[in-house]
């Protein structure tokens, strides 16, 4: 094919192609753009053209070159004037064939996943409750919301993360920066034993990594971007770990790839004013350990809930109660052919509040990112790829101070996290910090 063709997705627009309605459907479940689908197609009809004029008139290109060769001297000007002719043309040909291939990639980068059929309809209120664990938690005295709490402890200063990076910022103290490090020891120490590689992943990534994983477009208001260096900030180390493995071919013989990745993540919370903005549950920046799978795509429903199994018995260590509900069509991010949000209770508030979620993004990413693996004939395919919050950490604690509450403003360590906090049952204002930070700490 001629130059500026658009190859690497060519796969994803033959359902596009043969199955219209499937994705009309999927936009309309979506509450999106249905007319992109017809804009789309009228694009890639007209790029196919494009690219078929330019092939015909780089053949006839061939063939005159040869015709000078032949050519008697009577007949050598015509047939010379007539190559310089085809070659004036062939580059205007390839020029349109760029344009055209600019224009559809451009409205193919504003499709999202095609949704999985089981996907609830609706937008953000929607999603449907699976099951509900643990009991919701009874006190008999006044219950503290997690910044209170966590100023008593020492724990937490929203006014000095103010101070110097201004709102939805945050310092965590002592304990708080304690609790940090312990949960994040439980994460990863859990993940390597369920077979994942750890990661610590960069938190800048190159704007073809962003695109790739879905996070332009829509979601760019989201997105801290530097501009000198053409860089941007990652809300989740799910896009980093995406572009680790872009344009290779995966070996995935022994079963899925899997990594935790550990990344500071940053968010801008645009749209989200007024919002949450006591404490530490919705930050413009928070450390997560974030689980990603490349599975082939035959593996990735069960991958699926692999994935939230082992985010639900993170959960469950922690002594939280939660719910699992299967999101909406509506609220899925672009990426997002399904996703499971497991919300635990935040006491104070009385609800249930997302803490973790796991999406199957299929082939949609790999797609982009040219991530392959080779099927049972040894064919490169695209691989499937999901991402699955392990603990991100500032909510985390939120939710366990309130949960683990007591009425001496103490408050209780869950088991799992006793190892990695000195073995103290509970965190007590004024307490000891080299004795939570455990054993073999110099005297």
């Not at 190559?83 to 205007?92: D, I, N």
């Not at 801290?224 to 070996?251: C, F, N, P, Q």
């Not at 935790?260 to 940053?266: K, L, T």
Request: net charge negative; charged share 25%; proline share 5%.
């Amino acid at each position: 094919m001629g130059p500026g063709t658009y190859d690497h997705v060519v796969i994803d627009l033959r359902l596009v192609r043969e199955n219209p309605d499937l994705v009309r459907a999927s936009q309309r479940a979506r509450g999106a753009d249905e007319s992109l689908v017809d804009q789309l197609l009228t694009a890639d009809a007209e790029r196919r053209a494009a690219v078929k004029a330019a092939d015909d008139l780089r053949a006839e290109q061939k063939a005159a070159s040869q015709a000078v060769r032949g050519a008697s001297k009577e007949e050598r000007p015509a047939v010379l004037e007539r190559a310089k002719a085809l070659a004036a043309q062939v580059k205007e040909a390839e020029e349109a064939e760029r344009t055209a291939d600019a224009a559809l990639h451009a409205l193919h980068l504003r499709l999202p996943n095609v949704v999985h059929p089981d996907v609830p309809p609706g937008g953000e209120d929607d999603a449907v409750e699976i099951r509900t664990v643990g009991e919701v938690p009874a006190y008999d005295f006044e219950v503290r919301d997690h910044l209170q709490i966590g100023e008593a402890l020492g724990a937490i200063d929203m006014e000095r993360g103010a101070k110097v990076s201004g709102a939805r910022f945050y310092f965590l103290t002592g304990p708080g920066a304690l609790l940090e490090f312990a949960l994040a020891q439980l994460a990863i120490t859990r993940a390597v034993a369920a077979g994942f590689v750890p990661v610590v992943a960069p938190a800048l990534v190159k704007p073809e990594a962003m695109e790739g994983t879905g996070f332009l477009g829509e979601h760019d208001e989201e997105v801290y971007r530097v501009e000198r260096d053409d860089l941007y900030l990652v809300g989740t180390s799910e896009v980093a770990i995406a572009g680790m493995h872009s344009k290779e071919v995966l070996d995935l013989s022994a079963g899925p790839k899997r990594y935790a990745g550990w990344s500071s993540c940053f968010r801008r919370e645009a749209g989200s004013y007024g919002k949450d903005t006591r404490g530490i549950i919705r930050v413009h920046w928070f450390d997560k350990v974030e689980m990603f799978s490349f599975c082939a795509p035959e593996e990735a429903a069960a991958e699926h809930r692999r994935l939230l199994q082992w985010e639900e018995e993170f959960l469950q260590a922690l002594e939280l109660p939660y719910r699992v509900v299967d999101i909406a069509a509506g609220d899925l991010g672009t990426s997002a052919a399904r996703k499971f949000d497991i919300e635990a209770w935040f006491p104070s508030q009385g609800t249930y509040r997302e803490l973790t979620s796991t999406s199957d993004c299929t082939t949609f990413q790999a797609r982009r990112l040219q991530v392959r693996h080779r099927d049972a004939d040894g064919k490169p395919q695209p691989v499937a790829t999901l991402n699955g919050t392990l603990c991100a950490i500032a909510r985390t604690i939120a939710c366990l101070l309130e949960v683990h509450q007591q009425a001496d403003g103490s408050v209780r360590v869950p088991v799992a996290l006793r190892p990695w906090l000195g073995g103290h049952e509970v965190l007590t204002p004024g307490m000891s910090l080299a004795a939570v930070a455990g054993p073999g700490v110099p005297a």
